[in-house]
């Protein structure tokens, strides 16, 4: 699908990995708005930064991402990835412009044992799930002209992620135990928000009619312990940290919130209504490592 750009998209979320990714990757025409500006908690503050900027799309990148602290904070999960994305909704509807909100494959319980479709059964095992996918029924039910993209394990030289995660553990320590039966379709940010503009682009077109829900994932599939492995083969070649991958099951490592086994997300949908496509994940992590063992070095 071929769309002139749209001129102005509002992002929210300004110092997350995809607000970041998006900022870059559509440099000049996206703006970004977050707090204290715009804050997800304060229903007015986004209907007054919808009004002031006056975009012709938002993308919501920002929510309560911590998966793991969730568990123990649900109410506040709840508000940012539930009541925060209604209000957005809401003042997008007000304003007559479309909106893209961004969800995650931890509405899935991981049991299949292919790539998840867009419309498969949802059945979260997580606070974070449960609150990410009340936030995408809010969506649907305050506006019409919505996508909801979901994706999963999204790492860049930006913000908090799997990468920067083992390359700092690997400063101090020389070997590291990661689970080896979680499976995913890693996914660069710079790449996705390369995806989510193109999919903004389409959806400011009068002709646009498929709205509803998406999935944005890296072609490849992985699983959490080669991918670290992977990080660590690159570091070791730029001088970085490096340690020994102990791979271990998820059973044996509890966690405070489960996350699905399976997180590969189908991109068919996509790439049909789209045509958009993203890179293999081997090519953002081959960018990413070397930026962020010199990040880490100068800290
Ligand atoms: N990263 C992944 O692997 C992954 C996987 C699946 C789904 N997702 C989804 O993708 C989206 C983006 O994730 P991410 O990894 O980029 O997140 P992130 O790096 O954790 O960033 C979260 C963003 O939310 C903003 N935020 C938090 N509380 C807010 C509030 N009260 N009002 C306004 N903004 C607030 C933060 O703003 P500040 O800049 O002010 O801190 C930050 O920009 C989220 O919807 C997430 O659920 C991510």
Redesign the pocket.
């Given at each position: 699908m071929h769309a002139l750009p749209a001129q102005k998209v509002l992002v929210?979320?300004?110092?997350?990995?995809?607000?970041q990714a998006l900022a870059q990757a559509g440099a000049g025409r996206v703006v970004n708005a977050?707090?204290p500006e715009?804050?997800?908690?304060e229903p007015a503050s986004v209907a007054r930064a919808i009004d002031h900027h006056a975009p012709d799309v938002v993308i919501?990148?920002?929510?309560?991402?911590?998966v793991d602290q969730a568990e123990a904070e649900p109410v506040e999960a709840e508000s940012?990835?539930v009541d925060?994305p209604r209000a957005l909704a809401t003042a997008c509807r007000s304003a007559g412009i479309p909106f893209i909100?961004?969800?995650?494959?931890?509405v899935f319980d991981g049991t299949l044992a292919r790539p998840y479709r867009p419309d498969d059964l949802t059945r979260p095992l997580s606070v974070y799930g449960h609150s990410?996918l009340r936030g995408e029924l809010a969506v649907a039910e305050a506006l019409d002209r919505h996508l909801i993209v979901?994706?999963?394990?999204?790492?860049s030289q930006?913000?908090?992620?799997?990468v920067r995660t083992m390359l700092a553990l690997a400063q101090t320590r020389e070997r590291v135990t990661v689970v080896s039966d979680q499976i995913g379709f890693p996914?660069y940010?710079p790449a996705l928000a390369d995806g989510l503009l193109a999919m903004a682009d389409a959806i400011c077109s009068e002709r646009f009619s498929h709205w509803g829900t998406y999935h944005l994932a890296g072609s490849g599939e992985t699983d959490r312990a080669s991918l670290a492995r992977a990080i660590f083969d690159i570091s070791r070649k730029h001088g970085g940290s490096f340690a020994q991958v102990e791979g271990i099951l998820t059973a044996d490592y509890p966690t405070p919130a489960c996350r699905p086994l399976n997180a590969r997300l189908d991109m068919s949908l996509t790439q049909d209504v789209f045509g958009i496509s993203l890179p293999h994940w081997e090519d953002g992590l081959a960018e990413t490592v070397p930026l962020l063992v010199k990040k880490l070095a100068v800290i």
């Open positions: 929210i979320g300004r110092t997350g990995q995809v607000a977050g707090r715009l804050d997800l908690l919501n990148a920002a929510g309560f991402t911590k940012l990835n925060g909100h961004m969800s995650t494959d931890c990410k979901r994706v999963s394990w999204v790492f930006y913000a908090a992620n799997f996914t940010a």
